[in-house]
């Protein structure tokens, strides 16, 4: 199984980029899992940023980013996405996709498979 994040890159404090995840592999349906975001800042723990249900029709965001950040799947192309909007100098981290099946969705050992990451900067 190979989640292949895209779309990072630098940008200046207010803007907008958009993170793309595909997944792929023999055996994996990419419909079964939940799939998240994790980001890690330098120097800092990895931290939840936000996970959607199978179906694509609920999902969870960390305080941090609510309102800002808006996530979404597309099943028929194994994809998962993630809007980021009025960005700001903290959310400058390597951003992580993740495909798990187990609870709680907010932690990291729910997911049994991750993305490369993609790099985010923010600048002033």
């Known amino acids: 199984v190979q989640l292949q994040a895209s779309g990072g890159g630098s940008v200046q404090a207010g803007g907008s980029l958009r993170l793309s995840c595909e997944a792929s592999?023999?055996?994996?349906?990419?419909?079964?899992?939940?799939m998240a975001w994790f980001r890690q800042a330098p120097g800092k723990e990895r931290e939840f940023v936000t996970a959607?249900?199978?179906?694509?029709?609920?999902?969870d965001y960390a305080d941090s980013v609510k309102g800002r950040f808006t996530c979404s799947r597309e099943n028929a192309k194994n994809t998962f996405y993630l809007q980021m909007n009025s960005l700001k100098l903290e959310d400058t981290a390597v951003y992580y996709c993740?495909?798990?099946?187990?609870?709680?969705?907010?932690?990291?050992?729910?997911?049994?498979?991750w993305g490369q990451g993609t790099l985010v900067t923010v600048s002033s």
């Open positions: 993740a495909a798990g099946r187990d609870t709680p969705h907010t932690s990291g050992s729910s997911y049994n498979y």
């Open positions: 592999g023999r055996a994996f349906t990419f419909s079964y899992y939940i």
């Open positions: 959607i249900s199978r179906s694509g029709d609920a999902a």
